[in-house]
């Protein structure tokens, strides 16, 4: 008797190490509301980043779970003290970029620009080295060929930066679904944001409004499925502000942004306690290495046949 029954086969939900990411911005910097809150407008608005950032690094302490905070140069200036807690209790701190414009909407000089200065102040403000970048609203895409060789001659080693699936404000549909690498002679590693396969379509499931507005189990069966079937790790990101049902109200914006925005905001801490205990979760930037060394094997596979 030699057979491996079903209970000595490792858990891949148990296995597997997701990535968990917090995108670092103001509930006045998001993409929704740029129509009626200008930049220039931030400086004099309510900052409620502090308060909402400490909530989540005590919530991910329940569990030890460690996570990427992708913070925004233009909240770094303000905040280095909350940046070097965050790195001092055991995550990563990563790039969102200067000030939220999205790639699409810069040319090429601009967005090194852009990518250059939120690194220098991110690293200066937090005393450690940024090597991870995602782009606001996941505006890297089929328009934007030089954004990952900016990112590479500027010593970011990975991007996650990509949805690949079809949505009304962003999406690279034809993207992969896993790590690979955008240009073959740089080690730089794009890992995509989670998708879930369903009828032969790939559906968003690595956070922002789906994992506030639909039931936490499409997220805990995406995911799943994501470890089990694929056998892959599962990216998920939120922000600092789907934790605060108390922020101030924006009335100015279309209607469609403002349900997104507000929806199940007081729903929000609850789901997340539970998806952090169903999962292994940790750092971007270790999940980078691994991925690249997959995709490395993978291109040396490829060669050798
Ligand atoms: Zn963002």
Redesign the pocket.
């Known amino acids: 008797m030699n057979a491996i029954t079903f209970r000595d086969r490792p858990n891949p939900t148990r296995t597997i190490v997701n990535g968990l990411s917090v995108?670092v911005?103001d509930w006045f910097?998001?993409?929704a509301f740029e129509s009626v809150i200008e930049r220039d407008d931030w400086a004099g608005l309510a900052d409620r980043v502090d308060s909402n950032v400490k909530a989540i690094l005590d919530l991910f302490d329940e569990v030890d779970a460690k996570a990427t905070f992708f913070t925004l140069g233009w909240v770094a200036q303000r905040h280095g003290a909350l940046l070097r807690e965050i790195a001092q209790r055991g995550h990563e701190i990563a790039s969102?970029g200067w000030d939220?414009r999205r790639v699409f909407k810069m040319d090429r000089q601009s967005f090194g620009e852009d990518i250059a200065r939120a690194q220098k102040v991110i690293e200066d403000a937090a005393g450690v080295r940024v090597i991870g970048y995602r782009a606001?609203?996941f505006s890297i895409d089929q328009r934007t060929p030089w954004a990952y060789l900016e990112l590479a001659e500027r010593g970011y080693t990975y991007s996650s930066s990509v949805a690949p699936v079809e949505h009304d404000h962003y999406g690279w549909p034809d993207a992969p679904r896993f790590a690979f690498r955008p240009i073959p002679w740089t080690p730089l590693v794009e890992i995509p944001v989670t998708t879930a396969m369903f009828a032969g379509k790939r559906l968003a499931a690595g956070g922002g409004g789906f994992f506030r507005v639909l039931p936490y189990a499409f997220s805990r069966w995406a995911i799943r499925q994501v470890n089990r079937r694929d056998e892959r790790p599962a990216v998920f990101y939120f922000?600092p502000w789907e934790i605060d049902p108390d922020q101030p109200r924006v009335t100015g914006a279309p209607l469609r942004s403002r349900l997104r925005h507000y929806t199940n905001l007081d729903q929000m801490a609850p789901k997340l306690r539970q998806l952090i205990h169903d999962f292994a979760w940790g750092r971007m930037d270790l999940l980078a290495h691994r991925e690249a060394a997959r995709v490395q094997a993978e291109l040396a596979q490829d060669a050798a046949l």
Do not use: K
């Open positions: 995108d911005e910097q998001v993409g969102h939220h606001p609203s922000h």
